[in-house]
């Protein structure tokens, strides 16, 4: 029972455009979202995170979009760039300790940025 | 400023072995977060600890498993009598506050668990 999907396993991009990833959920007790992007050999680092009393959080070339009603939210990269070749994970969690505490994990997709 | 350190990095056990990951967490975390990750999947929480308290191990195997934080020094992430199975990669995060703040948790780079 995946709680959050990544559909997309793998996206390819050219550099300088924009980077669309997506996350969908199914749990509507969620209200705290992650994005954290992994390296080969490395640990995921985090990126950017949104809470559900809002619906855009931008920092730098990276905005997290969120649509509660269609639970869904997207990690948008522009322009990107070769370094942003990674993983990348969308994480969750409730707002509520009485519905779970902890973060659960989507799949990941992997994001290749051709020069 | 360091951030959290897990080691080994890689450990090679054969079935039946004890294996012992340790982390420990950035300076100034008292909340510490053991993940595993198996191949082509996302990570998987297992256990939240805090210093000598085991605040969620919903996530643990029921046997086998085990974690401790103890007041002085890293947390243990203990694996008794190791199978195939048991090969991943065991991610340890730790964060300033508990999960009941909407705090981002911060990850070591992983030990990776072979075993033969």
């Known amino acids: 029972d995946q709680q959050v999907k990544q559909n997309s396993p793998s996206l390819s991009v050219q550099e300088g455009r924009i980077s669309i990833l997506n996350c969908d959920y199914t749990?509507?007790?969620?209200?705290?979202f992650l994005w954290y992007k992994k390296y080969p050999a490395e640990g995921p680092t985090f990126l950017i995170s949104i809470s559900s009393i809002k619906d855009k959080n931008e920092d730098g070339r990276f905005t997290v979009f969120l649509n509660k009603s269609a639970k869904h939210l997207s990690l948008h990269i522009v322009p990107s760039q070769p370094g942003d070749s990674a993983v990348y994970f969308c994480a969750a969690k409730p707002g509520n300790e009485n519905y779970g505490q902890n973060f659960v994990f989507g799949p990941g997709t992997r994001l290749s940025v051709l020069p | 400023n360091a951030g959290v350190m897990q080691n080994p990095r890689h450990l090679v056990r054969r079935r039946g072995q004890e294996a012992r990951l340790r982390c420990s967490p950035m300076k100034g975390h008292s909340h510490v977060y053991w993940y595993r990750q198996l191949p082509e999947e996302g990570l998987k929480f297992m256990v939240y600890?805090?210093?000598?308290?085991?605040?969620?191990e919903s996530g643990m195997p029921k046997e086998r498993f085990s974690a401790e934080f103890p007041k002085e020094g890293p947390s243990i992430l203990r694996i008794q009598q190791v199978v195939r199975g048991d090969s991943a990669a065991y991610f340890c995060?730790?964060?300033?506050?508990?999960?009941?703040?909407?705090?981002?948790?911060?990850f070591g780079d992983g030990t990776r668990l072979s075993i033969l």
């Open positions: 749990n509507s007790m969620f209200d705290y």
């Open positions: 995060a730790s964060s300033p506050q508990g999960t009941a703040s909407n705090q981002p948790q911060h």
């Open positions: 600890l805090q210093k000598e308290n085991i605040i969620d």
